[in-house]
Structure formats: structure tokens, C-alpha cells
């Protein structure tokens, strides 16, 4: 069993900042491309920024060099470096992971690996004020 556990979100002023992080869980081996999405009440959710496991990044136009994705690989950990947010900006943010490797051990010691495929966070509210 894997997860991926968002946190950091919550209420920040216009033009502040804000860092969200998500960590997978588990008897992990390896985490390919991990992202961030977002969610603005009413609309489609829409790619924020994605990062592979080997550091290449990917950003929304309209992020305009505010936002910064890193990776922890050691941690297992993505994070979303939110700068200069904006009231539309509002949203649940929610965490991918394309791909996670894992391995579980039974009663004799045997070792399984195991894939699993399109791994979604819980969310994490943040709230640009005005």
C-alpha cells in the first residue's frame, strides 16, 4: 500500500507565499514523475507543474516563474513553492505521482514488487485573500 500525504495548504493574503509538500508512504523503491494540479471552484482541474525523478521540470504558462516544484528523493517528498499568489489563484491543490515502485515482505520473508499508477493526493485548500 502507498500514499501520498499533502500538506502546507491554508489561508495566505494576496502577493504572499506559500509551500505545499506531499510525501509518499510506504515500503517505496522508486517515484517517477511527480506533480502538482490544481482545482479553482467551478473549472477543470489543470497541471501546475511536474518534476521526473531525475530533476527535469515542467510549469503551467500562466505560473509566470512565481511557483517552484522541487523533489527530495531521499524524502519521497515533492514540493510546490507558491510566490506572489493571487485571489484566483484560490484552489485545492492536489498531488501526483505518475508511477511508484514498491515492495512488501510476507510470513517468509519473501519479497514482492509492486507497481502502482496515477497516484492522487488527498487535496490541500489554499485560500488567496484580497
Known amino acids: 500500500q502507498v500514499q501520498l500525504v499533502e500538506s502546507g495548504g491554508g489561508l495566505v493574503q494576496s502577493g504572499g507565499s506559500l509551500r505545499l509538500s506531499c510525501a509518499a508512504s510506504?515500503?517505496?523503491?522508486?517515484?517517477?514523475?511527480m506533480g502538482w494540479y490544481r482545482q479553482v471552484p467551478g473549472k477543470q482541474r489543470e497541471l501546475v507543474a511536474r518534476i521526473t525523478s531525475g530533476g527535469s521540470t515542467e510549469y503551467s504558462d500562466s505560473m509566470k516563474g512565481r511557483f517552484t516544484i522541487s523533489r527530495d528523493n531521499a524524502k519521497n517528498t515533492v514540493y510546490l513553492q507558491m510566490s506572489r499568489l493571487k485571489p484566483e489563484e484560490t484552489a485545492v491543490y492536489y498531488c501526483n505521482a505518475e508511477r511508484i515502485t514498491f515492495y512488501s515482505i510476507d510470513i517468509h520473508d519473501v519479497y514482492t514488487m509492486s507497481a502502482v499508477s496515477d497516484v492522487w493526493g488527498q487535496g490541500a485548500l489554499v485560500t488567496v485573500s484580497s
Open positions: 510506504g515500503k517505496i523503491q522508486t517515484v517517477e514523475t
